[in-house]
């Protein structure tokens, strides 16, 4: 028997333990009879089990449109071991899942707990995924929304892993205040999920168990995990690298401002203006035949009057020259936000 298709004896699905031909029955019920999470779940655990021993992804569709992978399911595994190892998460504890199935960080879940023995719940992926929940629980992953609609209740999970797209800077004081064990997560659908994680506490990321990292003369981090990629993975993102296995992360090379000859990055714009603006909002670029670029400040919600202490901490190229409002983002599947110029 392959690795990947491994059982834990202690594993258990919202309170019933499971071997490998009674997931299968149930991955048939919940296509046949669940909800349309549920059904997900299943026909994730119908592809896990098959003969193949590759699975195929569908990227976020964060910096373009969605694109389908193949990665070995063993890579998964080992990236389960990982994030065991590193948190000290082992047989036994209690896990929720809240996330959905349909992509790389609610398939995870499912294969960290089958893997180590988890005691795992799953429930419908929703914007205030712990609104209806009354217990406790050893770990969780959520993306920032579901954080922030959460924070009444967030007490409820010891350790909290955040990913899918950057921790907000308002978010991070909320979540220190509460004194909540919380870490960032980056990674990517390539990466097979975290492949370092930050604690809130903390300004760098560390690199999980079998990573290293090097950059590109443009500052670009690579990824060494030999593990889960059999060549190093090359990024967009630029990062200041601490040594082999710790980076700050600056910002996506890709979205780097041109204005009037000076690099500008959004999302070290976007972090001075976090304490300040109170609705989602995020900087981007906008061509402009005088400068090249301006930089442009997206708000979500009805247009009002930005008092000028707003920009107090900004250099003189990194404050905006427009300020622009959406009534509503739009968002990925996963609810990143989709920078985008209002018409």
């Given at each position: 028997?392959?690795?990947?298709?491994?059982?834990?004896?202690?594993f258990?699905?919202?309170?019933f333990?499971?071997?490998?031909?009674?997931l299968?029955?149930?991955?048939?019920?919940?296509i046949k009879?669940?909800?349309?999470?549920?059904?997900?779940?299943?026909?994730?655990?119908?592809?896990?089990?098959?003969d193949?021993?590759?699975l195929?992804?569908t990227?976020?569709?964060?910096?373009?449109?969605?694109?389908?992978?193949?990665?070995?399911?063993?890579?998964?595994?080992?990236?389960a071991?990982?994030?065991?190892?590193?948190?000290?998460?082992?047989?036994?504890?209690?896990a929720?899942?809240?996330?959905?199935?349909q992509?790389?960080?609610?398939?995870?879940?499912?294969?960290?707990?089958?893997?180590?023995g988890?005691?795992?719940?799953a429930i419908?992926?929703?914007?205030?995924p712990l609104?209806?929940?009354?217990?406790?629980?050893?770990?969780?992953a959520?993306?920032p929304?579901?954080?922030?609609?959460?924070?009444d209740?967030?007490?409820?999970?010891?350790?909290?892993?955040?990913?899918?797209s950057?921790?907000?800077a308002?978010?991070?004081?909320?979540?220190?205040?509460?004194?909540i064990?919380?870490f960032?997560?980056?990674?990517?659908?390539?990466t097979?999920?975290?492949?370092?994680?930050?604690s809130?506490?903390?300004?760098?990321f560390?690199?999980?168990?079998?990573?290293?990292?090097?950059?590109?003369e443009s500052?670009?981090?690579?990824?060494?995990?030999?593990?889960?990629?059999?060549?190093?993975?090359?990024?967009?993102?630029?990062?200041?690298l601490?040594n082999?296995t710790?980076?700050a992360?600056?910002?996506?090379?890709?979205?780097?401002?041109?204005?009037?000859g000076v690099?500008?990055?959004?999302?070290l714009?976007?972090?001075k203006?976090?304490?300040?603006?109170?609705?989602?909002?995020?900087?981007?670029?906008?061509?402009?035949?005088?400068?090249g670029?301006?930089?442009?400040?997206?708000?979500?919600g009805?247009?009002?009057e930005l008092?000028?202490t707003?920009f107090?901490?900004?250099?003189?190229?990194e404050k905006?020259?427009?300020?622009?409002?959406?009534?509503?983002f739009?968002?990925?599947?996963?609810?990143?936000?989709?920078?985008?110029?209002?018409d």
């Open positions: 028997m392959a690795d990947y298709q491994f059982v834990h004896p202690q258990t699905l919202n309170g333990s499971f071997n490998q031909a009674d299968s029955r149930v991955a048939y019920a919940y009879e669940g909800d349309e999470y549920e059904q997900q779940i299943g026909l994730f655990l119908l592809n896990w089990f098959d193949s021993d590759i195929e992804l990227t976020s569709g964060t910096t373009g449109p969605p694109k389908k992978i193949a990665l070995s399911k063993q890579a998964l595994v080992e990236s071991k990982a994030t065991a190892q590193f948190f000290q998460l082992y047989a036994g504890i209690s929720l899942l809240c996330m959905s199935v992509f790389i960080a609610g398939k995870m879940m499912l294969v960290r707990a089958m893997q180590l988890w005691q795992l719940d419908q992926p929703q914007a205030n609104q209806k929940v009354d217990k406790g629980y050893d770990f969780a959520m993306v929304l579901q954080v922030a609609n959460s924070l209740k967030i007490s409820l999970i010891k350790l909290l892993l955040i990913g899918g950057p921790l907000p308002v978010l991070q004081q909320q979540l220190l205040g509460l004194k064990n919380a960032e997560s980056y990674g990517m659908t390539e097979v999920t975290h492949i370092a994680v930050r809130i506490q903390e300004p760098y560390t690199a999980l168990p079998g990573v290293q990292f090097s950059s590109t500052d670009c981090l690579c990824i060494d995990a030999p593990r889960i990629a059999e060549k190093i993975l090359v990024t967009k993102d630029v990062v200041q601490i082999t710790q980076f992360f600056i910002g996506r090379a890709d979205s780097v401002i041109n204005s009037g690099k500008l990055f959004p999302e714009i976007e972090q203006l976090a304490n300040f603006i109170p609705q989602r909002f995020y900087i981007m670029g906008k061509p402009d035949a005088t400068w670029e301006i930089v442009v400040l997206v708000i979500e009805n247009p009002y008092a000028p707003v107090a901490e900004l250099g003189k190229y905006p020259k427009e300020v622009l409002f959406l009534p509503a739009k968002e990925t599947a996963t609810a990143k936000v989709i920078r985008i110029l209002p």
